[in-house]
């Protein structure tokens, strides 16, 4: 661990999404190569994830994942997500000289089938989530967004042998405004992005799902699955107003260009 702080990217899978069901209805019938990215931030204090990308196991044998098996994945999003070229978030990080006993602290974005595949891979680490999307998960209304939730993913997170903190609002990792969760509820009830201070690179912002891609952002373009859109929409606001005032850089999880531009590990953004 060294004097600095600095930020990994790495990728879980890839996911040919529908390109409308993304970006409000444009474009139907095109699809958009996306991805299910994870990232590790290697602090002076400690090693934080920022969410563990899709599962593996999932995508390999849904029926059988979980105490109650996906069948609806197959159906779902079988055929648009592909791993076979990757690994999952705990064998990658060794790429980068991390254990995941080493992973002090799990941020996660929302609990997305796409963001929650390797939580139980992490044991021994602190998971900071919103207290709305703990919630929310567990039953949500919005028929698509229930096939999104997946309980093999996340269900070890009302174990005991897990430690998980509730968030609520805003909350500051170290107390420095290094790594900062800041509510951007819209996409699920409990979305929330991750802002971090750089040395070299400045001030980097993981955007999660706020919005999919930079035209999205610019556009107020939301998927229509999103659980609020009024709310999302705010939070896309707000956004772009963080990345104007601090002078930022804002990665969104599932704009491709936006991945491509990090660092491949083992090199890092510092």
Not at 83 to 93: C, K, M, N
Not at 110 to 134: I, N, Y
Not at 145 to 151: S, W
Not at 173 to 187: A, I, K, N, Q, R
């Given at each position: 661990m060294g004097d600095s702080v600095e930020l990994y990217a790495f990728n879980s899978g890839d996911w040919e999404y529908e390109y409308s069901s993304m970006m409000r209805l444009q474009r139907p019938g095109d699809s958009y190569p996306s991805l299910c990215p994870f990232y590790l931030i290697d602090h002076p204090e400690a090693t934080v994830l920022v969410d563990t990308g899709v599962s593996h196991d999932l995508v390999e044998n849904p029926a059988e994942y979980g105490a109650y098996g996906a069948p609806h994945f197959e159906a779902f999003?079988?055929?648009?997500?592909?791993?076979?070229?990757?690994?999952?978030?705990?064998?990658?990080?060794?790429?980068?000289?991390?254990?995941?006993?080493?992973?002090?602290?799990?941020?996660?974005?929302?609990?997305?089938?796409?963001?929650?595949?390797?939580?139980?891979?992490?044991?021994?680490?602190?998971?900071?989530?919103?207290?709305?999307?703990?919630?929310?998960?567990?039953?949500?209304?919005?028929?698509?967004?229930?096939?999104?939730?997946?309980?093999?993913?996340?269900?070890?997170?009302?174990?005991?042998?897990?430690?998980?903190?509730?968030?609520?609002?805003?909350?500051?990792?170290?107390?420095?405004?290094?790594?900062?969760?800041?509510?951007?509820?819209?996409?699920?009830?409990?979305?929330?992005?991750?802002?971090?201070?750089?040395?070299?690179?400045?001030?980097?912002?993981l955007g999660g799902d706020v919005a999919f891609t930079d035209e999205a952002v610019e556009r107020d373009l939301q998927p229509p699955f999103a659980w609020d859109t009024e709310e999302a929409l705010r939070s896309t606001r707000r956004l772009r107003d963080l990345v104007r005032r601090e002078d930022a850089d804002c990665y969104l999880a599932h704009d491709r260009e936006h991945h491509e531009a990090l660092p491949t590990p083992p090199e890092s953004l510092e």
């Open positions: 999003a079988a055929d648009e997500i592909h791993t076979e070229e990757f690994r999952p978030a705990s064998e990658q990080i060794r790429d980068v000289g991390v254990d995941p006993e080493d992973v002090d602290f799990v941020v996660m974005t929302h609990l997305h089938l796409d963001h929650a595949g390797d939580v139980d891979s992490f044991p021994e680490a602190e998971f900071l989530v919103q207290q709305d999307e703990l919630a929310y998960a567990w039953w949500p209304a919005d028929p698509i967004q229930r096939k999104l939730y997946v309980e093999g993913d996340f269900g070890v997170l009302r174990s005991p042998e897990f430690d998980v903190t509730a968030i609520e609002g805003h909350h500051d990792l170290f107390g420095d405004g290094s790594v900062e969760c800041v509510p951007t509820p819209g996409h699920t009830a409990g979305h929330q992005s991750v802002v971090v201070e750089l040395d070299e690179a400045g001030t980097v912002v």
